[in-house]
Each structure stands twice: as C-alpha cells, then as structure tokens.
C-alpha cells in the first residue's frame, strides 16, 4: 500500500514539473496575438536600413519591414531600440519578440538563435580615402580599421585581416562619426553605411577597395519557437513572390533582391 502511495505521489509530482516545463516554453506567436503587440528590435542608426529621418521618425526598409509585419499579425508594433551587439541577445533574452536589423545569416548565430528564411540581403565591402591603396586583406596589417562590434563584418576582419589594428564601436552611428571626424579611415562595413558616410564628406567621399561577401539577412527570433518561424517563412516568401519585399528593398537601396534569395 505504502509502495502504491509513493509511486502515485511520484506520478503526480512528475505530471507538475511537466505541466511547470510546458508553461516555461512559451508560445512567443501566441503571445504576441493575446497582448495585441509585437516587439521587434531594430538597430538605429544604420543607413538605409533602419535609421531616423529628417522629422524624426523611425524609417529604413527594416523599419518598414517590421511595421508590415506588424500589421499582417493584425497587432500593434512596439519598435525596441537597442545596438548592434544587442541584437541577438534581445531575443535570447525575451527583450523583444524577433529582431528585424540587418542581421546575416551565420553558423555561429544559429547556435544562439533561429532565422526565418532570407528576406534581404546586405553587403560587406572594405572603403577607405582614396588615397590609400587596399586590394585585400593583406593589405590591412598593421593598418587601424573601424568596425561595428558583433557584427559578421568584425567576424570576417578579425578571421581573415589578422594583422589589422581593428578599433570596435558599439554601433553604425558612432562608426560614421569616428569615420567622418577623422578618428579612423578605413572601414570594414556594409554598403549603405559607405553611401551614409559620403554624403556626409561631400566632394571627399571614400572609395569601395574590395567586396568581402555578400550575406543574406534573416529575422532572428528565439529558438525552438516553431509556430512562430512557421508563420514568418511564410510570410516571408508571401511577400516576397507579391513583390512587396522586393519594392521595399529597392525604395531604400535602389537594388535588386536576387530571385532565388528566399532559398538560398
């Protein structure tokens, strides 16, 4: 009888941890349709992307993005402003709900998070004054070279420009200050960050010196969140194949997307 007891007691204790464990994994989809909100971080500050206009208001086709997903969720949008190297762990950390912010699809990162499939792309480039010649990474040693902290551009120089002197900022917007100031004057960034910083330098704009890669972005939320990364695949290939990624993309970038970038 005793063993009878202990045995349905233990039963019932495990029937509440699982009960406890299934509670702790939340549903962020389900979340977000019962607060009537999505919070989606968002880097400011990054040219094109996601910055501030002239009247003071987020814009940038990430911002765009995230404001059409918002409302294709049928809920609010609660932008979350945070940094460069906040952007993962604004997920992980259930600081918001996804992270729409120019964001690479990487190995390293899929240890952390989980992506929706590409919904744009961002290219990485090396610019500097033209005055100084740069063909390669072998020709950044002993060179100092300006980089966004935890960004895949401060991954590929540090794994592939060993010898550089690489000075780390917390974000795109203090990188174009130091760029425009003089602090620095090479740089490893994306292309519209360069195209930022030559309309600020006017008739002494930097030059492009070599592409490193292109990356695909994707929407970064937390892992294991199946329902949700469901419904942005979806979503994502939706507005995609209708165009409205792609007229997004060009508005602000004035490029095209590659045809085949949501299988890549």
């Known amino acids: 009888m005793q063993r009878r007891m202990i045995s349905k ?3 019932i204790a495990s029937a509440g941890l699982l009960a406890l464990a299934t509670v702790a994994h939340a549903d962020v989809l389900d979340n977000i349709k019962k607060a ?63 992270v729409v912010s120019a964001l690479g699809i ?12 590409p919904y744009a792309t961002l290219a990485l480039v090396v610019a500097a004054p033209p005055s100084i010649e740069i063909k390669g990474y072998s020709d950044l040693v002993g060179k100092r070279v300006g980089v966004t902290r935890a960004t895949t551009n401060d991954q590929d120089i540090s794994a592939n420009a060993k010898g550089a002197n690489i000075v ?7 990188l174009i200050t130091s760029v425009v100031s003089g602090q620095v004057d090479i740089l490893s960034s994306q292309s519209a960050v360069i195209n930022g910083i030559n309309k600020k ?64």
């Open 9 to 11: 007691l233990a039963l």
């Open 36 to 98: 009537g909100k999505v919070r989606i971080a968002v880097a400011m500050g990054t040219p094109e992307y996601s910055f501030v206009d002239e009247n003071l208001k987020p814009t940038g086709s990430d911002v765009e993005t995230a404001q059409l997903i918002a409302k294709d969720l049928g809920v609010q949008l609660e932008l979350v402003e945070i940094t460069n190297a906040a952007r993962v762990p604004s997920v992980q950390t259930g600081k918001a709900d996804m």
């Open 106 to 117: 990487t190995d390293e990162r899929k240890k952390a998070i989980d992506y929706s499939v």
């Open 168 to 174: 780390r900022f917390e974000d795109d917007a203090t």
């Open 201 to 264: 330098l006017g008739d002494h704009p930097l030059q492009v010196k070599f592409t490193q890669k292109e990356t695909v972005l994707g929407i970064g939320i937390p892992k294991g969140e199946t329902a949700l990364k469901g419904w942005l695949d979806q979503w994502v290939k939706t507005n995609f194949d209708n165009k409205v990624l792609r007229d997004i993309y060009r508005k602000y970038h004035n490029a095209e997307l590659p045809d085949d970038l949501t299988s890549r």
